[in-house]
C-alpha cells in the first residue's frame, strides 16, 4: 500500500507532468516523469523483498488461566528468517477491549537484519471474567523511503480463561477462623461442651427452638433469650443453580446481577470445599447449559471456575427445565441454591420449586433484586428518582407475591443487593449446614 | 550560471509592504462597513422603540442617528474616505508577494530540513523552486502581462541539470531523515515506557483507605483539618472511591512487577525495547549501494521517455511524420511513460501476489 508521502510524491509529480504539457515546458514534464518513475521504479523492488512467510512470531504467556484482577505478563518474539534486512516492523498484538494494558505497550517497532530476533513483553489487567482470544498479531513493514507500506495479519491466537474476581476468596483466606467468619456474616462464636456438635454462634430465640439450647448467661446479659446454634459436624451436598438468562445481565457489565451471583458463589464454593462439602453447578436459562455433578476435591473448585468462567447471559429463565435435569442426576437429597432473579414466568418457578421440594431437597432461593443493581440513585435527577421509586415499588410487590407463592412450599427468598449479595449467601450457605440438611 | 535572468522585482522588499498595507486597509473598510450596517440596524431600532416608549413631541431623525454612530465608530476605527484602496495596484503586486512569499518559505524549508531533519520542509523547499517558475509562466497564460517576471536559463539543460539537482536533494533527504523520523519517535516512547514502568516500580500509595489521623492544634483552622476533611469527602465520593481502589490496583501490579523482575532480570529490557538505529556503517553501505544505482537508473528511464520519441522520429521517421504537428508536443512522452509506469505496476503486483 502507497504510504501518505508517496501519495504526495505521485500527485506532485503528476501535477508538474501536466503543468510542463499544458506551458510545453520541458523541464517540468521531466521533473514530473522523475517524480512519477521514482514511485513505480520503487514498488516492485520493495514488494520483491517483503517476505511475510519468513518472520516468525511467537507469543508466550505466563499463565492462561488467571483471575480478574489478577495480572498476566506476554512475551511476544519475532524473528526474521528471510535473508532481507527490515528497517521497520511494527508489530501490534491485539489484546481483547477489556483488558488493560497496566506496563509496557502491546505495539513496538522493530529493526530486523537478516537472522536478527526481537522479544517485547507487556503486563495485562484483566477486569472482567470469560474467554478471550490474544492476538491476532498484525505486522507493518515499511521501506526506508516512507513510500510504501505492507500489512499482514499473522493469525496467531492464544487463548486465555479468566475466571471471576477472587479478592472476596482473598477475604475469605484471611478470615479462615471460625471467630473472624462471624464477625464478618453476623455471626458469633461461643465456647460449650457436651452437645457433640461445633458451636458457632448465640442468636435470638425463635419459636420453635428448643429449650435445651437457651443460653442463660447471654440472656441475663442482653435482657433477650438468647439460643446456642450448633455446626453439624457432617457435611452437605450443595447443588448450585445459576439463572444465566437475559435479564440477569441487565445493568453495567461488571455490576449486574450475574456478575454478582458469580462472585458470591465463587466465595461459596471455596467456603464449602474447605469444609469438605460436596458442591456441584448446574448454569441454565431456557436449557442447561452446564452440569458439574457435587464433588468435594480441590479439582472441583478449579471446574466450576472454568465454567463460571465461559457464562454468558442469554435466553429466557426456566428453572422447572434446570431442576428436572438436575434432580435425573442427583442420588440424594441436595441443598438446593438458586440463584434467580425471578423475572421469569411464575409458573417455571413453581414448578421448579415444587418439583425439587417434592424429592425431598431443601430449596433456598437467593434473588438478586434488578432495580439495586441497574442504576445508581446518584445518577438520578428528582424526576428520575421519583419515577424510579414508584416503578421500584410496583416490581417490588409483583416480587412479593411471587416470593409468598414460593415460601409456601416452605422454601426461603432471600432479596439481595449489591452489598448484601455475598453475606446473604454465605449466611443462609451456615445456616444451612447448622440445621444439618442434605447431609452426605 | 544555470539561470540568465532572475526578474530584480523578486526581492523587492516595498512590493510585500505596499501589499500588506493594501490589505490591511482593504480590512479595515470591511470592518467598517459590517459595523456601520449592523451596529446601525440596531440603533435605529432602539431609538424607534424610545419613540415610541416616550410619546408624541420626541422625535429623532434617521441623520442624526447615522451621524451619531458614524461618530461613535470613528474614535476606534478611521472613517473609510480616508482610506483609499487602490485595487489596481492590488493586483500588481499579489503576484511579487506570492513569489516571495515562495522564496521565504523555500528558505525556511531548507533550515527546517537542516536543522531538524523536517521532511516536510525538504518538500517545502523542493516545491517553492518549482513553483518560483511556474507561476510566472501560468501569468503569462492567462493573460496578465508578467513577462518581466519569467525566470530564463542560460542553457536549456540547465532546466534539466536543475531538475536533477532538486530529485537528489529531495531523496537524499527521504533517506537521511528516516533515522530521525522513524527511530527517535520509537526512542521517545521506549524512554516513556521506561519511566512508566519505573514509577509503578516506585509506587507508594497516596490516597490511603483511611484518612491520616491527625490532630489539629488549631482544629478549624489548621490546613492539615482542611485536607482530613478533604479526604474523608473525597473517600465517600464516587471519584475517591475510584481513586482508593486504582491505587490499590498498581499497587499490587508494583508487587507484581517486584516479582517477574526477581524472577527475570530482564523484565524491564521487554517492557520498554529499545530500537537500536541500524549500524552507521551498514547505512553509508546501503546508500553508497542503492543511490549511484537507483538514481542513474532512474535518470536513464526519464531521458529516455522524455527525449527518446523526438529523437527517433527524427531519425528514423518519415517526413508527414516528423513534419507532423504530433511530432512536436510534448505529449509524445506519454505514449512511453504510461505503458513503463503498467508494465512497473504489473511487476509490483506480481510480486506482491508471489509473496
Redesign the interface.
Known amino acids: 500500500m502507497m504510504a501518505p508521502r508517496g501519495r504526495a510524491i505521485t500527485v506532485l509529480g503528476i501535477f508538474l507532468f501536466i503543468m510542463g504539457l499544458s506551458l510545453s515546458e520541458l523541464l517540468f514534464v521531466f521533473i514530473g516523469t522523475l517524480l512519477i518513475l521514482s514511485i513505480a521504479v520503487t514498488m516492485p523492488l520493495f514488494y520483491y523483498t517483503v517476505s511475510f512467510a519468513d518472520i516468525i512470531v511467537m507469543r508466550i504467556l505466563d499463565k492462561d488461566k488467571v483471575f480478574a484482577g489478577d495480572f498476566v505478563n506476554i512475551k511476544v518474539t519475532i524473528e526474521n528468517r528471510s535473508r532481507y534486512a527490515y528497517d521497520l516492523v511494527e508489530i501490534r498484538d491485539n489484546i481483547p477491549e477489556v483488558f488493560e494494558v497496566i506496563a509496557g505497550d502491546n505495539v513496538a517497532v522493530a529493526n530486523l537484519p537478516p537472522g536478527a530476533s526481537f522479544t517485547y513483553s507487556y503486563v495485562l489487567y484483566p477486569k472482567m471474567r470469560g474467554t478471550y482470544a490474544i492476538g491476532p498479531i498484525r505486522l507493518v513493514i515499511k521501506d526506508r523511503l516512507g513510500f510504501f507500506w505492507a500489512e499482514r495479519e499473522i493469525p496467531s491466537i492464544t487463548t486465555i480463561t479468566v475466571y471471576p474476581s477472587y479478592e472476596e476468596i482473598k477475604r475469605l483466606d484471611i478470615l479462615s477462623r471460625a471467630r473472624f467468619i462471624g464477625m464478618e456474616y453476623g455471626v458469633h462464636s461461643t465456647k460449650q461442651k457436651g452437645i457433640g456438635m461445633e458451636f458457632l454462634m448465640i442468636r435470638e430465640y425463635e419459636v420453635g427452638d428448643e429449650f435445651r439450647k437457651i443460653d442463660w448467661k447471654a440472656t441475663a446479659r442482653t435482657g433477650k433469650l438468647m439460643v446456642k446454634e450448633f455446626e453439624s459436624e457432617r457435611n452437605v451436598e450443595i447443588m448450585i443453580f445459576l439463572d444465566s438468562s437475559k435479564s440477569m445481565a441487565v445493568g453495567p457489565p461488571e455490576e449486574n446481577k450475574l456478575e454478582y451471583s458469580i462472585r458470591a458463589i465463587v466465595t461459596l464454593v471455596k467456603m464449602a470445599l474447605e469444609r469438605k462439602d460436596n458442591v456441584g453447578l448446574c448454569v441454565f436459562s431456557d436449557r442447561v447449559h452446564e452440569f458439574i455433578k457435587p464433588k468435594s476435591s480441590e479439582k472441583q473448585f478449579y471446574d466450576i471456575l472454568d465454567v463460571l468462567a465461559k457464562v454468558s447471559a442469554g435466553g429466557r429463565s426456566n428453572l422447572a427445565n434446570a431442576i428436572e435435569y438436575a434432580i435425573s442426576r442427583l442420588k440424594r437429597r441436595t441443598l438446593f441454591l438458586i440463584f434467580t432473579d425471578l423475572e421469569a414466568p411464575s409458573s417455571f418457578i413453581l414448578e421448579g420449586i415444587k418439583l425439587a421440594v417434592a424429592r425431598g431437597h431443601s430449596v433456598v432461593v437467593i434473588s438478586p433484586f434488578g432495580p439495586w443493581f441497574e442504576v445508581s440513585a446518584e445518577e438520578l435527577s428528582p424526576v428520575e428518582r421519583a419515577l424510579a421509586e414508584a416503578l421500584l415499588i410496583e416490581m417490588w410487590e409483583k416480587r412479593r407475591a411471587v416470593a409468598r407463592e414460593i415460601e409456601k412450599y416452605g422454601v426461603a427468598v432471600v432479596n439481595v443487593g449489591p452489598d448484601d449479595c455475598i453475606p446473604a449467601v454465605i449466611s443462609e450457605y451456615l445456616k444451612m449446614k447448622m440445621r444439618g440438611l442434605a447431609q452426605v | 550560471m544555470l539561470l540568465r535572468r532572475i526578474p530584480e522585482t523578486f526581492f523587492d522588499i516595498s512590493v510585500t509592504v505596499n501589499l500588506i498595507v493594501s490589505l490591511l486597509k482593504l480590512g479595515i473598510f470591511y470592518i467598517y462597513e459590517f459595523l456601520l450596517l449592523t451596529g446601525l440596524g440596531l440603533a435605529i431600532l432602539v431609538m424607534f422603540a424610545a419613540v415610541q416608549i416616550m410619546g408624541d413631541g420626541t422625535s429623532v431623525s434617521m441623520e442624526e442617528v447615522n451621524e451619531f454612530y458614524q461618530n461613535f465608530i470613528s474614535l476606534w476605527l478611521p472613517h473609510p474616505a480616508e482610506v483609499r484602496f487602490d485595487l489596481q495596484q492590488f493586483y500588481a503586486n499579489a503576484p511579487i508577494f506570492l513569489i516571495q512569499f515562495c522564496i521565504i518559505i523555500g528558505i525556511l524549508g531548507v533550515v527546517a530540513f537542516a536543522y531538524i531533519g523536517s521532511?516536510r520542509g525538504a518538500?517545502l523547499s523542493f516545491?517553492s523552486i518549482?513553483l518560483l517558475?511556474?507561476f510566472p509562466?501560468?501569468c503569462v497564460?492567462i493573460g496578465i502581462p508578467f513577462e518581466n517576471l519569467k525566470i530564463e536559463y542560460s542553457d536549456?539543460l540547465m532546466?534539466?541539470l536543475?531538475?536533477?539537482i532538486?530529485?537528489v536533494g529531495l531523496?537524499m533527504s527521504?533517506?537521511s531523515s528516516?533515522v530521525d523520523?522513524?527511530?527517535e519517535?520509537?526512542m521517545k516512547?521506549s524512554r516513556r515506557?521506561e519511566r512508566?514502568?519505573n514509577e509503578?516500580l516506585r509506587f507508594k500509595e497516596k490516597i490511603s483507605e483511611k484518612p491520616q489521623m491527625i490532630i489539629p492544634r488549631r482544629p478549624l483552622l489548621t490546613i492539615d483539618a482542611i485536607h482530613y476533611l478533604r479526604e474523608l469527602i473525597e473517600r465517600r465520593t464516587?471519584k475517591g472511591k475510584y481513586e482508593i481502589g486504582r491505587q490499590r490496583?498498581l499497587k499490587?501490579?508494583s508487587a507484581?512487577?517486584k516479582d517477574?523482575q526477581r524472577k527475570d532480570p530482564r523484565?524491564k529490557i521487554?517492557?520498554?525495547?529499545r530500537?537500536?538505529?541500524?549500524e552507521e556503517r551498514?547505512m553509508l553501505l546501503?546508500l553508497f549501494k542503492d543511490l549511484p544505482l537507483?538514481i542513474p537508473?532512474?535518470?536513464t528511464?526519464?531521458y529516455a521517455?522524455?527525449y527518446f520519441p523526438k529523437i527517433i522520429i527524427e531519425k528514423w521517421g518519415s517526413t508527414p511524420l516528423t513534419e507532423s504537428v504530433e511530432a512536436l508536443?510534448?505529449?509524445l512522452?506519454?505514449f512511453l511513460?504510461v505503458p513503463?509506469?503498467m508494465l512497473?505496476?504489473l511487476?509490483?503486483k506480481i510480486?506482491?501476489r508471489?509473496?
Open positions: 521532511v518538500i516545491l518549482y517558475i511556474l509562466m501560468i497564460r536549456p532546466g534539466v536543475l531538475a536533477v532538486s530529485y531523496e527521504f533517506r528516516y523520523e522513524i527511530f519517535k520509537s516512547r515506557i512508566q514502568v509503578l464516587r490496583v499490587r501490579a507484581y512487577l517477574l523484565i521487554y517492557l520498554a525495547p530500537i537500536t538505529p541500524p551498514r546501503s537507483r537508473l532512474l535518470l528511464i526519464t521517455i522524455v508536443i510534448p505529449e512522452t506519454v511513460l513503463i509506469v512497473l505496476l511487476v509490483s510480486a506482491h508471489r509473496e
